[in-house]
């Protein structure tokens, strides 16, 4: 395992990383660094415990929106497949792409943000 120095928030972090997958682990570095840093720019949330649970928040609902379009994208390939197979013409499906922010996920991350708040109460802490 070897050892990098990286910067989060402006703030150092020692981690370890198995040999070769530096490059990787800079990146989700920088991906991390700048989710907190726009919820920290928002100007909303100060508490850093917040900001990185948010952050973790935001990129989980984002990975749960790709997987749900990747399964929905394989679901209409094997239905096509299938209909293929039985001899009938496939009429490919729009893909429908979840967009980054709607009305809908936008009060979802809202009510999410004011559960936070009040499991959290008023010192920020999760411990």
């Known amino acids: 395992m070897k050892q990098i120095e990286v910067q989060i928030m402006q703030q150092s972090y020692l981690l370890s990383c198995p040999e070769g997958h530096e490059p990787r682990m800079l990146e989700a570095v920088e991906r991390v660094d700048a989710a907190m840093t726009r919820i920290r720019d928002a100007g909303k949330v100060r508490a850093r415990e917040r900001i990185a649970v948010l952050a973790a ?21 094997q239905e096509q497949a299938e209909a293929a197979s039985n001899g009938m013409v496939a ?11 709607s009305p809908e996920s936008d009060e979802r991350m809202a009510h999410l943000l004011e559960r936070l708040d009040s499991a959290l109460g008023e010192d920020g802490r999760l411990f």
């Open 91 to 101: 009429h490919p499906a729009q893909a429908q792409q979840p967009q980054a922010s």
């Open 57 to 77: 928040l935001n990129m989980a609902f984002e990975i749960s929106d790709h997987e749900a379009a990747a399964s929905a994208s394989r679901a209409r390939e």
